[in-house]
């Protein structure tokens, strides 16, 4: 075989992205564009803040000498010390700059903490529905995968269940708030919960757990509601992160890890990290988006936007019959699908120009995802669409 068998079965097993794609080309070079509804991608369609283009003319107009260099590989500490004083707002903590290391965005953040923490056969507790890359990045790093489901109702986490996949190869959990793909935050309620439950099984164990926050759509939070700063809740806690949704630049590859400053052994786990981030081979994050990142902690793209997409969808379905959770953030919605085979359900959607990605692919058969960071006009166009889908499954 030309390649590690092991990649080749991940590949064959995520066929089904590809499959999609390619039905997508095909039904928009039949049909032409506008009448194809594809709601596959969390790929934002809209652009940065003004602001970004200020600083990036600025910079370009007056280029600092040595900016296209390496640099420390765990960023500019101009940058580190403005990302630790927006996380030292939100935490109620004093984070110093010393605690965050810039990344290649939030995957390249999460492969660095798994390559940091994990010994070969450990185990990482991922909360489903998942994002679809964490068991390979997991895999990346001799870890294994151990899925656990959140409620099937609301999306919130188990705590039984939770404490139940707990043993003595446990090293991390993942959670994800707001989710991909579900939308839902995590209430400070239940990050307290679990960082009682965490410090419970580490006494019980006698080992070190960590809570991997991983926080994208950190800044997509609906009606006035914020996600809470999980360093309050978890003293072994890493945020993982990213400038790819919050300002619109999943491309440039710009991100950042942060140990919580109260984390046992935080020296030596960001000694780690910085040598991972080099060993990788992503060396230190893009040097310009670090200079430009650096100026913008406190922006983001139109959340109102998003939200207002997530009304007209979810008032539209709803009033069709599909039943879902309202989310709170990001920009997907995660309906329950209605013919209990989802993948089925995506071909008969299909059908109707709808493109739609099963929920088997976050672990979560029985669901389907929407991406709704889409053009408004295309999500207007597709009512007519849903409405027929809807008609054909007699909702
Ligand atoms: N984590 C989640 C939950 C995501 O949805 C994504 C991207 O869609 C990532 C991580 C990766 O983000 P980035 O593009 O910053 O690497």
Redesign the pocket.
């Known amino acids: 075989m030309a390649i590690a068998s092991k990649v080749q079965t991940f590949i064959e097993g995520a066929s089904w992205i590809r499959r999609m794609f390619e039905e997508g080309e095909r039904l928009r070079a039949v049909h032409g564009a506008d009448k194809v509804y594809d709601f596959t991608l969390?790929n934002p369609n809209i652009e940065p803040p003004a602001r970004f283009d200020q600083e990036f003319r600025k910079l370009a107009e007056n280029p600092i000498p040595g900016m296209h260099r390496y640099m420390s590989n765990a960023g500019y500490e101009e940058t580190r010390a403005a990302v630790a004083g927006l996380l030292s707002e939100t935490a109620g903590i004093a984070v110093p700059s010393s605690c965050v290391v810039m990344t290649c965005?939030?995957?390249?953040a999460?492969n660095v903490v798994l390559k940091t923490i994990l010994n070969p056969g450990e185990e990482v507790i991922i909360l489903t529905p998942h994002?679809v890359e964490y068991k390979f990045y997991i895999d990346n790093h001799g870890g294994v995968p151990r899925e656990v489901w959140t409620d099937q109702e609301t999306f919130q986490l188990q705590f039984p269940a939770i404490e139940a996949a707990i043993n003595h190869k446990t090293r991390a959990i993942i959670i994800?708030t707001p989710n991909?793909p579900t939308g839902v935050i995590y209430p400070a309620e239940s990050l307290q919960k679990l960082g009682e439950l965490i410090s419970r099984k580490e006494r019980e164990l006698d080992r070190h757990i960590y809570v991997i926050s991983?926080e994208?759509y950190g800044r997509i939070a609906y009606e006035g509601k914020s996600v809470p700063n999980i360093f309050k809740y978890v003293d072994n806690s890493v945020i993982v992160t990213?400038h790819?949704k919050d300002l619109a630049l999943?491309g440039e590859r710009i991100?950042y890890l942060a140990a919580n400053p109260n984390m046992t052994h935080c020296e030596l786990f960001i000694e780690g990290a910085i040598f991972c981030n080099r060993t990788l081979g992503f060396v230190n994050a893009p040097a310009l988006l670090q200079r430009l990142v650096a100026k913008l902690q406190h922006e983001s793209v139109d959340i109102e936007d998003y939200q207002s997409k997530r009304d007209l969808l979810y008032t539209h379905l709803t009033s069709l019959g599909f039943k879902m959770v309202k989310p709170d953030g990001a920009f997907y919605l995660f309906p329950k699908s209605p013919l209990a085979d989802d993948v089925a359900f995506v071909k008969v959607a299909q059908k109707h120009h709808l493109l739609l990605v099963p929920g088997a692919g976050f672990g979560a058969p029985g669901y389907f995802r929407i991406a709704y960071c889409v053009d408004r006009a295309m999500i207007e166009r597709s009512f007519d669409a849903w409405k027929a889908l809807a008609v054909e499954l007699g909702l």
Do not use: K
């Open positions: 969390g965005g939030a995957s390249g999460l994002f994800n991909n991983d994208p990213s790819s999943p991100g």
